[in-house]
């Protein structure tokens, strides 16, 4: 199923409205557009709402992520559209499906590595990008069918190894929810309806590991 990407509506008019409203652009896959869940319970959905009673004046100009694509799907088609957004703050989640797929450690890399430079041009600060690492999907009812007989954690985990060295390397945060994202295996409450995504439930906790993070940013 193709997740569609939301963009807010134009500018008002007022000069102090245009000033100091954030473009927030949230790119990644299927765990960022929400597949299995309603737009409202999509964690960067969570996270705009949480931030606006905090008193930050941010909306979401663009989420072109889609289930099941990799990095280089998002270098060919979501780059494009981050850029075209304007942004002022963005979160990126993506490499499960490239471990999925097959791609190999020092592709994803590459790929991984050119997506946070070229998403970096289009900000002010390092600080205006926030990365959250891959969860286990292998926790889920349904994730066991895509391992093609591959340990599912332990090559998440080395993904997740490239993710945080890639940041670290750029001086970005990274907000981790692997280790919470295996509470799924437990509690079915969870696991959306389709047995592999997230479910609402899930996303907000997710939310609340990503909330202080871009909080402690943008105030």
Same mark, same amino acid.
């Given at each position: ?39 409202? &319970? =999509?964690?960067?959905?969570? /996270?705009?709402?949480?931030?606006? !009673?905090?008193?930050? #004046?941010? %909306? ?45 450690? &020092? =592709?994803?890399?590459?790929? /991984?590595?050119?997506?946070?430079? !070229?998403?970096?041009? #289009?900000? %002010? ?63 079915? %409450? ?30």
């Amino acid at each position: 199923m193709l997740g569609m990407y939301c963009t807010s509506p134009a500018k008002t008019s007022d000069s102090n409205t245009s000033k100091t409203m954030i473009r927030y652009a949230a790119i990644g896959d299927s765990y960022t557009i929400g597949e299995a869940v309603a737009e409202e &319970e =999509r964690w960067p959905n969570l /996270l705009v709402g949480h931030l606006r !009673e905090a008193g930050v #004046e941010i %909306e979401i100009v663009a989420n072109p992520s889609v289930t099941g694509w990799t990095t280089q799907d998002l270098i060919d088609k979501e780059l494009p559209v981050y850029r075209d957004s304007d942004p002022h703050f963005a979160t990126l989640l993506i490499g499960v499906n490239d471990w999925v797929q097959g791609f190999s450690k &020092e =592709r994803f890399r590459e790929n /991984l590595g050119y997506i946070m430079d !070229e998403m970096l041009k #289009e900000l %002010e600060s390092n600080n205006h990008l926030v990365i959250i690492n891959v969860p286990d999907f292998g926790a889920t009812p349904e994730g066991p069918k895509y391992s093609k007989g591959r340990d599912i954690s332990a090559g998440l985990t080395e993904f997740n190894e490239i993710i945080a060295d890639e940041a670290a390397k750029r001086q970005l945060s990274v907000v981790d929810v692997f280790e919470l994202s295996q509470d799924m295996k437990n509690k079915p %409450e969870l696991v959306a309806s389709d047995g592999l995504h997230p479910s609402a439930k899930e996303y907000v906790i997710w939310e609340q590991l990503i909330l202080p993070v871009v909080r402690e940013k943008l105030m």
